[in-house]
């Protein structure tokens, strides 16, 4: 089973606006639809696409509990996900023109999480979780969330042996990395700030991590990634594609990642579709969807190269 934690989950609220979106003038809104927002639970939406069996854990605010419910429902994506009384799941605005030069993303900080549900979640995971599981923890902490917290739960699984996954940024980030997890998935600037010594190339600091993680991926944004595994390190370009909406596009990335590593794929091929995967996503108008045959499309287009003493083509 692969669970994915979203502890600060959204709902995505997409607007698209008439002509060009300007400062100081009014934007005509042309059309609103609502969709998935959370890291963790765009992951559990990758994976439900490829048919892999998984749980969405987290929490949820009470008060807008029915329109999470039709989206995850819509969706068709197991979940157990904690309700908090009283609270609202937060709204990212996603604001789009008709200029397809990609996506605004205003978001809500999200609700106070009790310390009873909290431990609810913890008393999950410290029940069902076993060695065969993977756990995807991502996306940002809700407002009151401690790191301790966090830990707590990194330690809960740790101490099932699972494979531990996470898409964290910032503060969360750097106190996972020390703790003995397998994937992380930065971008290029929350790596630098990652490790002490600012001394170091970027990829002086990626060698440094895949020291101490499994998987170590470094989005580059339209510059395609940087693979870390096993004292290698490749670089995945991109393909360039009409873009739409980037948003949930490393959600997607992150999703098929972990589709294809538990499918017993090699890792020419992971990097394949989570590239390929991710770059169909921007070609689509809301948060969620991509296609796999568009994906496969794409192949051609991305490279994939060993850095080393001569940088070598792999594919
Ligand atoms: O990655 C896309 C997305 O999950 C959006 O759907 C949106 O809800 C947002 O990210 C939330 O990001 P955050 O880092 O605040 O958890």
Redesign the pocket.
Known sequence: MIYTI?L???I?RLIKIKGTLTKKLTNRVQNVEY?????G??VSNVLTKFNIENEALGYIGEVNQQLMGNILAKKSIRHHLLVEDGASTRE?M?VMDDTNAGSL?I?EN?FHVSEKSHYKLIDFLNQFVTKKDIVVI???MPPNYTIAQLQEIINTIKSKNSFIACDL?GEALAAVVDMGINFIKPNQYEVQVLLRDTNTTLIQKIEELARLIDYVVVSLGKGGSYVAHKNAIYHVSSPSVQEQND??A??VFVGTFIAQLVKGKDLQTIMKYATGCAASKVTKHN?TDFDVKEAESYFDRISIKKLGSDDYVVS
Do not use: E, F
Request: aromatic fraction near 0%.
């Open positions: 979203t600060n989950p959204a995505d969709d998935l927002g959370g890291k639970l765009h990212c996603v993303m978001t999200g991502a996306g940002s940024s948003t949930g490393g959600d948060s």
